[in-house]
């Protein structure tokens, strides 16, 4: 077990560090440049800026090379602590007006000093001022590898009623081969970008007018969504899961009820007028299942209680956070509660991590970091419960992960929602970046509001837990996740279309249609590439395609009832009867293999 302060905070460290000579530099180009806020963040850091002309590519080279001399130069870093009213003194006198807005806040606040950081130069001289809560490194000198890489828009404070400002974003390692080998893995990510491979292999679209965060699904791509969402949901099923299906809409009443209107609006949609009444797109399935669960009472011996529902959810996500399938605003959860008494909550929870294995691993995942977030013991008032119950979850959590063989876990202490502890599971994708899918949360505010109870083998009601449990998270999200993971090139249990049937001439055709015919009887999806253009550009377009198999027919197969095939994967090549190869295909499907 790891307690999640830092992973590593010399690193942190060097890129917030990096972050304030990225705006030393900056300033040194733009003098008039009004400063935002520069963070260390995962792999890197940014700036925000306000600059006199928007920038262009070949301005990083220049601030890198600016950044360079001054990390060259190695510069200290020198904390000192001003006075409110003398941090807003000096703030304006530098003309520096977010930095003014951000300390009247602090003030507000109940803030009485302010921290400021400056770099001083080997004559003693100040090159370079900001006000930050730290830590840097000591001397520019120990800042590491480090690139600029890319410029945004990002609206100040997060506002879009607020002016645009300019983020320059850098990536910072402690060495430069680290830098190399992560700058590497960023090229070969750009191949596997879902939101290119998906229009390059016909698999999603968006469109303006229908809407920002919205996929429709094209015909292949909805074929793949069906057979992950099948796999998972019949999973579900032969794993004690018992399938519910609730309302896209339902009453603000119930949203009130539940808490959503008070915590959550600002990531639900409007309200929809209905005779009188008022309705709200749900954001979650929960309080419908809470419904289902509190129409009838239940005995002690009816728990656990498993519902499972492919159920589609609406959230409100800002326009400049939407990113492709992993950030949208409509999408579908493999949702699933699970209701039971304290006694059976490390069961549950066992087979539910269990089960999440399985799953990820059926997909090709096979590297796992485990993530257990609890509440803060010095500040148990932002959370609600009482004591006995928050113990007994998480003491449960860290038990079944290391019972599970996941000792060194990461220990988040204080990342627990309001409502409960949860176990996040984050999976390494075939090039090590890593994802957060999968989701066991224990919620202690939905039964205590809705009251929810079971009778007790005593005779008296009982309150139960309930653990909201998503191990894909959502179809969209893993779907990106999943068509990078395999860089668009499916197994063939999940490919559109697992073989392409390419006759070498006309003459062939006809055996190519028995040979369709034959797929097709055994359920198999197939496709025939015709004769029309040359062999080379048909087999080049089925490699663009990434189909997992091509069974190329000449004048010898046709006469050997055979097959040539060429797998997309290993590239090899390899002659086989047309019947060998339909059953070695048919028990890769049946297997999951690939």
Known sequence: MAKKTSAAPDIERMRHSCAHVLAQAVLEMFPEAKLGFGPAIENGFYYDFDLPRTLIPEDLPILEKKMKHIVKQSQTFRVEAKPIDKSIAFLKKIKQDYKVEAVNELKKEGFDSITFYENINQKGEVTFVDMCEGPHVEKTGQIGAFKLTHTAGAYWRGDEKRPMLQRIYGVGFPTQQELDDYLKQMEEAKKRDHRRLGVDLGLFIFDDEVGPGLPLWLPKGAYVRHKIMEFAFNTYLSNGYDPVCTPHIASAALWSHSGHLDFYSESMYGPIKIDEDEYRLKPMNCPLHVKMYNSSTKSYRELPVRWTEMGTVYRYERSGTLHGLTRVRGFTQDDAHIICRPDQLKEELAKALKLTLYILNTFGFENFEMNVSVRDPENKAKFIGDDDRWDHAENTLKEVLEESGFKNYVYDIGGAVFYGPKIDVKVADSIGRKWQLSTMQVDFNLPTKFGMTYVGEDGKDHTPFMIHRALLGSLERFMGVLIEHYGGAFPAW???????????????????????????????????????????????????????????????????????????KTKNQETMKTAKFLDRLQKEIADRNG
């Open 494 to 568: 999940l490919a559109p279309v697992p073989v392409i049937i390419i006759p070498v001439a006309q003459a062939h055709e006809k055996y190519a249609n028995q040979v369709l015919e034959d797929f097709k009887k055994a359920g198999i999806r197939a496709e025939i590439s015709p004769s029309n253009d040359t062999l080379g550009k048909r087999i080049r377009e089925s490699e663009m395609k990434k189909i997992p198999y091509m069974a190329v027919i000449g004048e010898k197969e046709v006469k050997d009832k055979s097959l040539t095939i060429r797998d997309y």
